[in-house]
């Protein structure tokens, strides 16, 4: 498993009251699964928290007025952090101590990269966080989960080219092909970032697709 989930103030207590410990967990799995080896990170994990209801009806607001948003929302618990720097753990822990303190949600999620400098003397990335979360209390006194990810290399899992791929063509039956032909309904890309972003895409609906596929026969089975 390429993810770890730390609990700190009973926020485990917190979410099984809730009976949210197994949505959670899927919810960590399945973002690992789209994520993982991909470049886009920030559009692909907007896209699988709004598959999943974490997104709906303007809740991830944090101030009135105010263009501040969580990434996601659901019952009361909010998610935050950034997916490509440790050092969002603190900017998040605020974000959410502000919803905790005006009463808007019960508990938080921190999601980080488990990522660090190979060089760094100050322990694993589970230390670390312990012991942040150890120095910002009481500034920071909100039941909160973290979750670890290692999401790997951006674009390990896509073949990359160092010679950028043929623009589209248009094709033009009369004129004939002015460059390299294709099939209209085939699939070419700029350059390789943009193949790794529309591969990213397709895996993600794929994953959707068979989840949303998953849960009809669970239903139809009860």
């Known amino acids: 498993m390429s993810y770890e989930i730390l609990s700190f103030r009973n926020a485990d207590k917190i979410i099984k009251e809730k009976k949210m410990a197994k949505e959670v967990k899927q919810l960590m799995e399945y973002i690992h699964d789209c994520l993982y080896g991909t470049r886009f990170k920030s559009e692909l994990l907007r896209q699988a928290l709004t598959e ?40 998040a822990l605020l974000r959410l101590q502000i919803g905790y303190v005006k009463k808007k949600i019960d508990l938080g999620i921190v999601m980080l990269t488990s990522q660090r400098s190979e060089k760094s003397k100050l322990g694993s990335t589970k230390d670390l966080v312990t012991q942040e979360m150890e120095m910002l209390h009481p500034v920071i006194d909100l039941p909160v989960i973290i979750v670890l990810f290692d ?35 085939e699939d070419v890309y700029a350059n390789a970032e943009e193949q790794a972003y529309h591969d990213a895409q397709k895996k993600l609906k794929s994953k959707v697709k068979a989840r949303k596929a998953a849960m009809q026969e669970h239903q139809e089975a009860a």
């Open 52 to 91: 999943n209801d974490w997104r709906q009806n303007g809740d991830t607001k944090i101030l009135e007025g105010r263009r501040y948003f969580y990434k996601g929302f659901k019952n009361r618990v909010a998610i935050d952090g950034s997916l490509s720097s440790y050092e969002a753990i603190q900017d």
């Open 151 to 185: 999401l790997g290399i951006p674009g390990e899992l896509i073949a990359e080219k160092n010679e950028p791929l043929p623009d589209k063509i248009a094709i033009n039956p009369l004129k004939g092909f002015k460059s390299v032909p294709r099939y209209e309904d």
